[in-house]
Antibody
Framework: EVRLVESGGGLVQPGGSLRLSCAAS????????MHWVRQAPGKGLEWVST????????DFADSVKGRFTLSRDNTKNSLYLQMNSLRAEDTAFYYC???????????????WGQGTLVTVSS | DIVMSQSPDSLAVSLGERATINCKSS??????????LAWYQHKPGQPPNLLIH???TRESGVPDRFSGSGSGTDFTLTISSLQAEDVAVYYC????????FGQGTKVEI
């Protein structure tokens, strides 16, 4: 059974930093691209970032580019989102999601974690 | 970025009746005979659930009352006979380029 478990969310002041983690199990983690998707309160879904299977190719939404970094440790089946210079508009549930395709990053999300809430407020 | 627009924003459907959600992309998402479009169901307190990708390919385990159609820039998600457990927000998403989602359509009974 595929499981994705996010952690690291919480309350942070504007300008602060947080590191989200996603622990994966139940599939060959190092075969798949992984993603972060967020949902602000009362809003829709927004893709945040993607990392390919070996961490060489990483993409970010323009809204977080230059502030967020993404990495993975395939030996630990884990994904990490480092969020710096946080803004109020970054407040959201952050979901870790697995790509459906083992050959390339299709950007179709077939399994999602339960999400972790990040609140940016003074 | 490609803008995805869904209609309506919400709809109320009686149990057993058909629900139809439309999704329009700001440019074509058709390439090599494939439409780069997915549909997700999102229930409160749960993560989103992939229903359909490639515009019409139903995910394993998704009931066959859910179907996707369309091509190019205009797409439709149809729930042929609405069940109580289908109450949710539905999103379309394109993956032709930088992924973007529609604003969501809330389906109620």
């Amino acid at each position: 059974e595929v499981r994705l478990v996010e952690s690291g969310g919480g309350l942070v002041q504007p300008g602060g930093s947080l590191r989200l983690s996603c622990a994966a199990s139940g599939f060959s983690f190092d075969d798949y691209a992984m993603h972060w998707v967020r949902q602000a309160p009362g809003k829709g879904l927004e893709w945040v970032s993607t990392i390919n299977w070996n961490g060489v190719s990483i993409d970010f939404a323009d809204s977080v580019k230059g502030r967020f970094t993404l990495s993975r440790d395939n030996t630990k089946n884990s994904l990490y989102l480092q969020m710096n210079s946080l803004r109020a508009e970054d407040t959201a549930f952050y979901y870790c999601a697995k790509d459906i395709n083992s050959n390339y990053a299709q950007h179709t999300f077939d399994f999602w974690g339960q999400g972790t809430l990040v609140t940016v407020s003074s | 970025d490609i803008v995805m627009s869904q209609s309506p924003d919400s709809l109320a459907v009686s149990l057993g009746e058909r629900a139809t959600i439309n999704c329009k992309s700001s440019q074509t998402i058709l390439y090599n005979s494939q439409n780069y479009l997915a549909w997700y169901q999102h229930k409160p307190g749960q993560p989103p659930n992939l229903l359909i990708h490639w515009a019409s390919t139903r995910e394993s385990g998704v009931p066959d009352r859910f179907s996707g159609s369309g091509s190019g820039t205009d797409f439709t998600l149809t729930i042929s006979s609405l069940q109580a457990e289908d109450v949710a927000v539905y999103y379309c998403q394109q993956y032709y380029s930088t992924p973007t989602f529609g604003q969501g359509t809330k389906v109620e009974i």
